[in-house]
């Protein structure tokens, strides 16, 4: 066996007889490492954040293929905006706006329940629904003056008044929410006296505002022909507003089931709540037509 160190030719043994060297050693080639940095990059070049290095090493022996290693190094996470910005998502959105939202999508489930079927709702309408009943009275109490406003010529509108919109929509519309308030004051002592003593005014307002949906609709229609220039948007404009004064105070009246024997015949009620109501127009119709010829309306 020859020493591939010093030349020697040996006839065995593991050592060199002359320098000593192993053989078994001699066997194997050295070990060649191969070191490669390279930076990898999977979005904007010039992206600095980005700092992941690949290293390669490659062993060569003398027996098989030469195998590949490699090792890779944790990518740092990219640094936050030094002014404290963050994205479109985080962005945190008015809650104000939210709650509009989220009322008006409750008021509009509410509304279109009522129409279909306003008797059923009515019956089933409590107390909690005193905001969207009150929000049914001051549209019904709005579009009445608005179409008077609309169907009235301009000409006439700034010969009555100086300050035709006001004088013409927005008093009138104060009034007829007043108005509407206190035919839902007498629809509750009606039933107070007659079928439920128990009753509750919140309740009472919450019913009167899912009567009146089917009569804002009829509002609505009328405003169309009104705007159209048809005499029919009058017909439909007087429908709305009978029903809602005299039909809803006798519906509600009769919606509650007596509670025990005693108290007030229905139809005495409801004929007490038309006397109240005719009382009220004429002193409210006084009071208006007292402070129209004055020129001072309310005080403004």
Same mark, same amino acid.
């Given at each position: 066996?020859?020493?591939?160190?010093?030349?020697?030719e040996?006839?065995?043994?593991?050592?060199?007889?002359?320098?000593?060297?192993?053989?078994?050693?001699?066997?194997?080639?050295?070990?060649?490492?191969?070191?490669?940095?390279?930076?990898?990059?999977t979005?904007?070049?010039?992206?600095?954040?980005?700092?992941?290095?690949?290293?390669?090493?490659?062993?060569?022996?003398?027996?098989?293929?030469?195998?590949?290693?490699?090792?890779?190094?944790?990518?740092?996470?990219?640094?936050?905006?030094?002014?404290?910005?963050?994205?479109?998502?985080?962005?945190?959105?008015?809650?104000?706006?939210?709650?509009?939202?989220?009322?008006?999508?409750?008021?509009?489930?509410?509304?279109?329940?009522?129409?279909?079927?306003?008797?059923?709702?009515?019956?089933?309408?409590?107390?909690?629904?005193? $905001?969207?009943?009150?929000?049914?009275?001051?549209?019904?109490?709005? #579009?009445?003056? =608005?179409? +008077?406003?609309? @169907?009235v !010529? &301009?000409?006439?509108?700034?010969?009555?008044?100086?300050?035709?919109?006001?004088?013409?929509?927005?008093?009138?519309?104060?009034?007829?929410?007043?108005?509407?308030?206190?035919?839902?004051?007498?629809?509750?002592?009606?039933?107070?006296?007659?079928?439920?003593?128990?009753?509750?005014?919140?309740?009472?307002?919450?019913?009167?505002?899912?009567?009146?949906?089917?009569?804002?609709?009829?509002?609505?229609?009328?405003?169309?022909?009104?705007?159209m220039?048809?005499?029919?948007?009058?017909?439909?404009?007087?429908?709305?507003?009978?029903g809602?004064?005299?039909?809803?105070?006798?519906?509600?009246?009769?919606?509650?089931?007596?509670?025990?024997?005693?108290?007030?015949?229905? $139809?005495?009620?409801?004929?007490?709540?038309y006397?109240?109501?005719? #009382?009220?127009? =004429?002193? +409210?119709?006084? @009071?208006? !037509? &007292?402070?129209?010829?004055?020129?001072?309306?309310?005080?403004?």
């Amino acid at each position: 066996m020859r020493c591939e160190i010093c030349g020697h030719e040996n006839e065995q043994g593991k050592f060199c007889e002359k320098c000593g060297a192993r053989f078994d050693t001699q066997l194997e080639e050295p070990v060649k490492i191969q070191t490669v940095d390279h930076q990898e990059v999977t979005g904007d070049l010039s992206n600095s954040s980005f700092s992941g290095v690949e290293r390669t090493v490659n062993r060569e022996t003398a027996v098989g293929s030469p195998p590949s290693l490699h090792v890779f190094t944790t990518q740092s996470p990219p640094k936050a905006a030094s002014n404290g910005a963050v994205g479109d998502e985080s962005a945190q959105t008015n809650p104000y706006l939210e709650s509009a939202k989220q009322n008006s999508k409750v008021y509009l489930d509410y509304f279109v329940k009522g129409l279909k079927s306003p008797l059923a709702v009515t019956h089933k309408t409590g107390s909690e629904q005193l $905001l969207n009943g009150t929000i049914s009275m001051v549209i019904f109490a709005i #579009l009445f003056p =608005l179409m +008077i406003y609309l @169907s009235v !010529g &301009s000409e006439a509108r700034n010969f009555f008044s100086s300050s035709p919109f006001v004088d013409f929509a927005l008093k009138p519309a104060f009034w007829l929410a007043v108005f509407m308030l206190l035919i839902a004051v007498y629809t509750f002592g009606a039933v107070k006296v007659s079928t439920n003593p128990k009753a509750d005014l919140r309740e009472i307002i919450a019913r009167f505002g899912t009567m009146l949906i089917p009569f804002i609709v009829i509002s609505l229609i009328a405003f169309l022909f009104i705007l159209m220039g048809s005499s029919i948007g009058g017909a439909f404009l007087s429908i709305s507003l009978v029903g809602g004064i005299f039909t809803i105070p006798a519906l509600i009246t009769m919606s509650y089931k007596r509670e025990g024997p005693g108290g007030l015949d229905t $139809l005495y009620a409801i004929l007490l709540i038309y006397a109240a109501i005719f #009382l009220t127009m =004429l002193i +409210i119709g006084d @009071s208006i !037509g &007292s402070m129209f010829r004055s020129g001072n309306m309310f005080g403004f």
